[in-house]
């Protein structure tokens, strides 16, 4: 186990009701507030009426900034950045998925920066200070409702970078899960393939000696297992709502990767597809995570894809390793295909135009070489665009 | 799964070498340091004379408490307060074991109390506020490094109760399994089923949706089962000791609660005998548990036992349900025996006499009735208590 320093300071209020805190929990973080969410679909579930109705009653003046993008973009961080300084905003609410609460995290950044906040996003600058943040969740996915990070793209030159400072921890978070009943079952699948993602990132490392963090992991992956298609068939299960909800905050929020040195890679490789073709994040994760698995297995990680199979697919430990490996990925494979997802890059409009110069855009990124449990070079991400086609 | 709050707030700093960060979080709370430990083994193992060498570098005065006991009594915390009081002191620097640590949580609860801090612990008075805590953690077991919780025994009423305010969580806690290295390996053992019985109490509980926590829970129990005795036979195997180390820190900090409703049934039980007996608290949980298990097991929770016996004892899932939790009870008992740990009351002295003294005092805590997996009366307790000699 390497050494780490563990520190998730958000709160968290978990369940049915808990917006009770709302009006509390803002006061004590700020008195003005910018209120931003994406389209309508919390209009459509009556959570914004309830949020208005709770400024109002605690004379907390607020802001709006709507309409942020399912891939945020730089233009809503500028804009939210603009009425923050015209309106003395001293605390952002975020009232939505990972999305929205992304572009929310570097608009609080972006307020303590002079210049183009996408020089922060591309690390030509330094996140100095951020804004407080509070978030109510309504979509079980990204995890940043418990994270430090933020993913926020830019259209123009089709790039989708992170950013992460431990001032982007949201002070608090209230995660109801009733408030994903009406998720679409896409966008639950995507959901589900999106926290599968994050907890393999973590878990496909080749630190051997974190072994309770391993373990935690795969305790993750089969609640995502046991209730992604739950939670598709039958959209008010709030037994499946709330296990996928707190397994998205638990799957990035550090508690797994802490001890372990894992570089992700499949994230950084889906960030092109959105940043090219502005796809659907956890569907583009799903469709490269098992091509990256027959890729990258080998023999000296062929242990940690047996432990996979084993412990998370239930597969028969007395096979023969190599035979576990590869059920594993079939296993994962199909699992993702049961959610609905589709499968190939053709499906979602991605041909094989793009796929060099995505690869090429990627390595430039990542200075020549990506991830580190098995590096991959500028042929490695190639292939497995092209396997994934 | 039920609702609940997350709040972890307290910093771990994890890793060999970790100590290096003590001065500078020491600074951040506060500046004179009332410094607690207990027998001469910090002595014994350098870690005095390099606390010691970074309060003076940092120019931070500080002044003694030592010879905390193994079960911390009130005495030493009443001793605890009149230092700081005489002194100014605005930190205490608990380094040790849960003993040192939960005396110094509540020395820090009690300098802001006028009466006797007994009150405080029997709940005749309450606490309003707690002097910041920072800890150096020697031993695996109590999880008091994370939590916001402490036991104190009164051996002249033979009453030992617990504790907690959420001032109570250290501001930081430095986990260098090193500093583990030289604990005994009948402590080693004692921490380890203080560790096992902190995730029981837990996991064994009538909320059947908190599927994610008792995946998590298996996780820390699997993490115990493997690193147990290989902690024993190699004292200095980091990997065993920064798994358990961890692994004492997550059983208690909230994350395998959260989302149940479990009211603890072997701690309470175990507190009669180390308040009239003053015996190992670990030895006495790991005495106590599989006798409590085959007592509590029916078939209204016969599926739990069946959980826990396929998912953490590996036992065949074809077997007669009432056989998989039998043989889990087994597995539990034989687990505590091969770490060396006496598994009968007798063998740490406690006979008969006592047995109904025992079972009263604690109904009368209690008021009628300990824990709610399956509620114990007097007759219950009385039960477990006699098949435990």
């Known amino acids: 186990m390497l050494n780490f320093n563990y520190n998730i300071p958000t709160r968290v209020f978990f369940g049915e009701g808990k917006i009770e805190v709302l009006g509390k929990q803002i006061k004590k973080y700020g008195s003005r507030v910018l209120l931003t969410y994406g389209g309508g679909s919390i209009k459509k579930i009556g959570l914004y009426d309830k949020v208005i109705s709770i400024l109002k009653e605690n004379n907390i003046p607020y802001f709006e900034l709507s309409g942020i993008e399912p891939n945020p973009r730089?233009?809503?961080?500028?804009?939210?950045?603009?009425?923050?300084?015209?309106?003395?905003?001293?605390?952002?609410?975020?009232?939505?998925?990972?999305?929205?609460?992304?572009?929310?995290?570097?608009?609080?950044?972006?307020?303590?920066?002079?210049?183009?906040?996408w020089d922060l996003v591309i690390g030509k600058s330094k996140v100095e200070n951020v804004l407080p943040i509070g978030t109510i969740?309504?979509?079980?996915?990204?995890?940043?409702?418990?994270?430090?990070?933020?993913?926020?793209?830019?259209?123009?030159?089709?790039?989708?970078?992170?950013?992460?400072?431990?001032?982007?921890?949201?002070?608090?978070?209230?995660?109801d899960p009733t408030y994903t009943y009406t998720v679409s079952k896409y966008q639950t699948a995507s959901g589900v393939a999106d926290i599968i993602s994050h907890t393999l990132e973590e878990y496909f490392s080749n630190v051997k000696g974190a072994y309770l963090q391993d373990r935690l992991a795969e305790g993750i992956l089969k609640t995502c297992i046991k209730y992604g298609r739950i939670a598709i068939d039958e959209p008010t299960n709030y037994e499946a709502r709330a296990n996928l909800m707190w397994a998205s905050s638990l799957a990035i929020n550090g508690l797994i990767g802490y001890g372990k040195d894992s570089a992700w890679t499949v994230h950084p490789l889906e960030h092109e597809l959105s940043a090219y073709y502005d796809i659907t994040h956890g569907v583009g994760l799903a469709i490269l995570t098992p091509h990256w698995m027959e890729h990258v297995l080998d023999q000296d990680n062929l242990w940690k894809f047996v432990e996979y199979g084993v412990n998370v697919w239930d597969i028969d430990r007395n096979l023969d390793d190599m035979e576990i490996a590869k059920k594993s990925i079939e296993k994962t494979s199909e699992f993702f295909k049961s959610l609905g997802i589709p499968m190939t890059l053709k499906e979602v409009g991605i041909g094989e135009e793009k796929l060099e110069i995505m690869a090429k855009a990627l390595m430039e990124y990542a200075e020549g070489s990506v991830g580190n449990f098995k590096p991959l070079a500028y042929e490695d991400v190639l292939s497995i665009y092209k396997k994934s086609l």
């Open 74 to 117: 730089v233009e809503s961080v500028i804009e939210g950045v603009k009425i923050c300084r015209e309106n003395n905003i001293d605390f952002i609410l975020a009232v939505g998925g990972g999305s929205t609460i992304d572009c929310s995290k570097v608009i609080g950044a972006a307020y303590y920066y002079d210049g183009n906040p």
């Open 137 to 175: 969740l309504t979509l079980s996915a990204t995890g940043s409702e418990m994270d430090a990070g933020a993913v926020i793209t830019n259209l123009e030159t089709n790039q989708k970078y992170g950013i992460g400072h431990s001032g982007m921890f949201p002070k608090f978070s209230i995660l």
